[in-house]
Every structure is written in structure tokens, then in C-alpha cells.
């Protein structure tokens, strides 16, 4: 049988080095659960899910109508959210960052995609399945947000990968 679909999300990527010393960092904590791959580091900003193959082209040419600024992003609390995520979270959301979510909101309910009803919640997972819940201050991971990017989801036999379809930059404020 042959997929018409892709597992698809909009996301901010975590910069190599960030995601090197997030990943040294989360190693040296001890955490449990299942660690997230240091490539597949990411904030979404908005998860589409299941989408027919035809719609792609739709989604590309929409995200490139998306103006936002760029601005810098820290990620500075470990929290423990939904059923087992271990995440960072910034203590303080950018409003430049909840202004593109809403951007690109907005345009996807144009293209009739629904997304979950939950508010956006930033957060960059670091394990999933966890049992014991972090809830301490956490080094500040910062970088600045120059571009975002949709990523398909896919499986493959060494796990989850996520490959980036399309990548999009962000003004200079």
C-alpha cells in the first residue's frame, strides 16, 4: 500500500552547537525516559500532522507569505509537561515568537488545516516517557531565531527522523 501522506510540523531548529551542549548538559542530569536525538531538537510552532502529499506545495507557498521578526529565544526552566515530556521552557515567551505562531495559525486555517484547539506552550523536549517530573531552573540555553522551518516526520529503523522540506527567514527587528 502506498502512503499519500506526510507527518508535517512547523518548528524553529535548535542550532547544532545549542543542541551539542543542551544534549551535554541533559546527559549530565540523569533524566529519565527516552532522550530525544540531538538532531531532532527543535520548538514547534505549530504540529499539522497527517497531510495529503498534494497539500505540500499549499503549505510551502503559505509559509513563505510569513513575515515575522527575528529575536532571541532562552530557554531556561526544566518542566515536566503532559504525560511524561521533559522539556525546557523560557521563563519569559517572546512576543516576536507567540506573533509568528499566530502568523502562521492564521494562515494554515486559511488553507482549512485544523490544528489542536490547546494553547501554544513553547517547549524544546528533551525525553519522552518519562516517570519522575523535573521541575527546576536550568541553564540558560539561548540562541538568536534567524529562520523556521517544516519538517516531516518520519520512521525509520534507528528511530524517529525529521527531515526539514522547507526553511524560511525571519527579518532583522
Not at 551535554?24 to 497527517?50: K, P
Request: hydrophobic share 45%; with cysteine.
Amino acid at each position: 500500500m502506498i502512503d499519500d501522506t506526510l507527518r508535517l510540523f512547523f518548528a524553529l531548529p535548535c542550532p547544532p552547537a545549542q543542541a551539542e551542549a543542551i544534549c551535554t548538559w541533559r546527559d549530565s542530569q540523569a533524566l529519565d525516559g527516552r532522550a530525544v536525538a540531538r538532531v531532532n531538537l527543535h520548538l514547534t510552532l505549530a504540529f499539522i500532522g497527517e497531510q495529503p502529499k498534494n497539500h505540500l506545495d499549499a503549505l510551502l507557498q503559505m509559509a513563505a507569505t510569513v513575515r515575522a521578526d527575528s529575536f532571541n529565544l532562552s530557554l531556561d526552566r526544566l518542566t515536566t509537561i503532559g504525560k511524561g515530556f521533559i522539556c525546557l521552557q523560557p521563563s519569559s515567551t517572546p512576543c516576536e515568537l507567540l506573533q509568528l505562531v499566530e502568523a502562521l495559525t492564521e494562515r494554515l486555517a486559511a488553507l482549512g488545516v485544523v490544528l489542536d484547539c490547546r494553547p501554544f506552550l513553547p517547549h524544546l523536549t528533551l525525553s519522552r516517557q518519562a516517570r519522575s517530573r523535573a521541575q527546576k531552573p536550568a541553564p540558560d540555553f539561548s540562541w538568536h531565531v534567524d529562520r523556521f522551518v517544516l519538517y516531516r516526520s518520519r520512521n525509520t529503523e534507528d528511530g524517529v527522523r525529521y527531515d526539514e522540506l522547507g526553511s524560511w527567514s525571519l527579518a532583522a527587528p
